[in-house]
T-cell receptor
Framework: GAGVSQSPSNKVTEKGKDVELRCDPISGHTALYWYRQSLGQGLEFLIY????????KSGLPSDRFSAERTGGSVSTLTIQRTQQEDSAVYLC???????????FGQGTRLTVV | AQKVTQAQTEISVVEKEDVTLDCVYE???????LFWYKQPPSGELVFLIRRNSFDEQNEISGRYSWNFQKSTSSFNFTITASQVVDSAVYFCALDSGGGADGLTFGKGTHLIIQP
């Protein structure tokens, strides 16, 4: 594809429900990043994948958050038992390899009501 | 741990003025990479520049220029003759190239160019 693709672009969910956010990186990019951006705030780093290697999960804000990357390509960020404070834009980025420039997707705007 | 500080939360200037966005970083690594990204109102982050820690030469690209000074751990960004289209949030970021921190961003500077 031409760029990083994220789906859905918008998600409204009820408090307590689980959500899955998907990221399709640029083909051939080995590095993949997830960030969270709350309204008017900076980018909070969540997790980083390098190829098929197991990621360091210490950046995830709570144990309700998990992420996986299948086949070194598509990644899914899962939030269980969503809370209102999870409302934010979740951004995914990929790069050819670290530390090449990262290309960002349009993000998924998550609203927990 | 690495850290990026952008002390200017918001800057407002009149079109055609020059403006400098400050970025100060902290890292224990001797090899690292610095970035600037632009986030226009549409929301998508756009890559502007990457510099490595071994190259302190200033860089100019059109109306944009970057001043990297290791002695002060700064990587400042100047827009010359600003235009309304430059209005955006600008983020400075740091990557050591390894480790679990990924690409660490500052909190961003909201630049407003008034016509």
């Amino acid at each position: 594809g031409a760029g990083v693709s994220q789906s859905p672009s918008n998600k409204v969910t009820e408090k307590g429900k689980d959500v899955e956010l998907r990221c399709d990186p640029i083909s051939g990019h080995t590095a993949l990043y997830w960030y969270r951006q709350s309204l008017g705030q900076g980018l909070e780093f969540l997790i980083y994948f390098q190829g098929n290697s197991a990621p360091d999960k210490s950046g995830l804000p709570s144990d309700r958050f998990s992420a996986e990357r299948t086949g070194g390509s598509v990644s899914t960020l899962t939030i269980q038992r969503t809370q209102q404070e999870d409302s934010a834009v979740y951004l995914c980025a990929s790069s050819l390899r670290r530390p090449s420039e990262a290309f960002f997707g349009q993000g998924t705007r998550l609203t927990v009501v | 741990a690495q850290k990026v500080t952008q002390a200017q939360t918001e800057i407002s200037v009149v079109e055609k003025e020059d403006v400098t966005l400050d970025c100060v970083y902290e890292t224990r690594d001797t090899t690292y990479y610095l970035f600037w990204y632009k986030q226009p109102p549409s929301g998508e982050l756009v890559f502007l520049i990457r510099r490595n820690s071994f190259d302190e030469q200033n860089e100019i690209s059109g109306r944009y220029s970057w001043n990297f000074q290791k002695s002060t751990s700064s990587f400042n960004f100047t827009i010359t003759a600003s235009q309304v289209v430059d209005s955006a949030v600008y983020f400075c970021a740091l990557d050591s190239g390894g480790g679990a921190d990924g690409l660490t961003f500052g909190k961003g500077t909201h630049l407003i160019i008034q016509p």
